[in-house]
C-alpha cells in the first residue's frame, strides 16, 4: 500500500525566510508526487508535480520541490516567504501503474509572520 | 478553477436519513474521486470512479455508496447518515497521467 508522511503538523517562518515543508513517500513502482494547497474554507489548488525527469520541479506562486529518490522524499520549498503563503499544504503521490489513486499525507499548517 | 461543481455546499441533516451529494464535471475527464477531509486525518479516499459504471472502494468506504450513471456525474450517498459522517467532502476529477483537480467542498453536518 501506498503512503504518505508529512512529519511536521505544523511550520512557522518568518517573512523573506527559506522555507520548508517535508513530505516522505512510500510507494510500488515508480512515484507520481504533487503538491497541493489549501487555503480557509477552499478547494485544494494544485501547486507542483514530479512524474519524470529533473529532480528540482518547478511550480505555481514561486514554490519549487525537490524529488530525492534514494531518501524517498518530495520537500516543498520557497526562497523567501510571503505572509499570503500561510495555508495548509498536502502531499500526494500515486504509483505509475494508471489504475493508483492518490493518497494524501496529513497535511502541514504552514504560518508566515510579518 | 476546473470545471467542477458540488452540490449542495452546506447541508446540515438529521442522523438515520438519507444524504446524496452531487459533484458535476464538465472537464470530460475520466476519473472522478470522493475524499472526506477532517482534522487530523487529511483527506481520506471514500469512492473513485474510472468510467461511466465503474466504481471501486477507497480507504473509509463504509456507509457509503456511489454511482457514475454519466461522465460528468458522481454522486455520493449517505444511506443512513451517522454523527462520524459529519466531515467536509471533495469531489476531485484527474486524466490519465494528470493531477487532480478539486471541487469547492460540501460540509455535512449529522445532527
Known amino acids: 500500500a501506498q503512503s504518505v508522511a508529512q512529519p511536521e503538523d505544523q511550520v512557522n517562518v518568518a517573512e523573506g525566510n527559506p522555507l520548508t515543508v517535508k513530505c516522505t513517500y512510500s510507494?510500488?513502482?515508480?512515484?507520481?508526487l504533487f503538491w497541493y494547497v489549501q487555503y480557509p474554507n477552499r478547494g485544494l489548488q494544485f501547486l507542483l508535480k514530479?512524474?519524470?525527469?529533473?529532480?528540482l520541479v518547478k511550480g505555481s506562486y514561486g514554490f519549487e520541490a525537490e524529488f530525492n529518490k534514494s531518501q524517498t522524499s518530495f520537500h516543498l520549498k520557497k526562497p523567501s516567504a510571503l505572509v499570503s503563503d500561510s495555508a495548509l499544504y498536502f502531499c500526494?503521490?500515486?504509483?505509475?501503474?494508471?489504475?493508483?489513486?492518490?493518497?494524501f499525507g496529513k497535511g502541514t499548517m504552514l504560518l508566515v509572520s510579518p | 478553477d476546473a470545471g467542477i461543481t458540488q452540490s449542495p455546499r452546506h447541508k446540515v441533516t438529521e442522523t438515520g436519513t438519507p444524504v446524496t451529494l452531487r459533484c458535476h464535471q464538465t472537464?470530460?475527464?475520466?476519473?472522478m474521486y470522493w475524499y472526506r477531509q477532517d482534522p487530523g486525518h487529511g483527506l481520506r479516499l471514500i469512492h473513485y470512479?474510472?468510467?461511466?459504471?465503474?466504481?471501486d472502494k477507497g480507504e473509509v468506504s463504509d456507509g457509503y455508496s456511489v454511482s457514475r450513471s454519466k461522465t460528468e456525474d458522481f454522486l455520493l450517498t449517505l444511506e443512513s447518515a451517522t454523527s462520524s459522517q459529519t466531515s467536509v467532502y471533495f469531489c476531485?476529477?484527474?486524466?490519465?497521467?494528470?493531477?487532480?483537480?478539486f471541487g469547492q467542498g460540501t460540509r455535512l453536518t449529522v445532527v
Open positions: 476531485a476529477i484527474s486524466d490519465v497521467g494528470r493531477e487532480a483537480f
Open positions: 510507494v510500488s513502482g515508480n512515484p507520481y
Open positions: 514530479y512524474i519524470t525527469g529533473d529532480n
Open positions: 500526494a503521490v500515486r504509483d505509475d501503474s494508471g489504475y493508483s489513486t492518490l493518497t
Open positions: 472537464e470530460n475527464h475520466r476519473y
Open positions: 470512479s474510472y468510467g461511466v459504471k465503474d466504481t
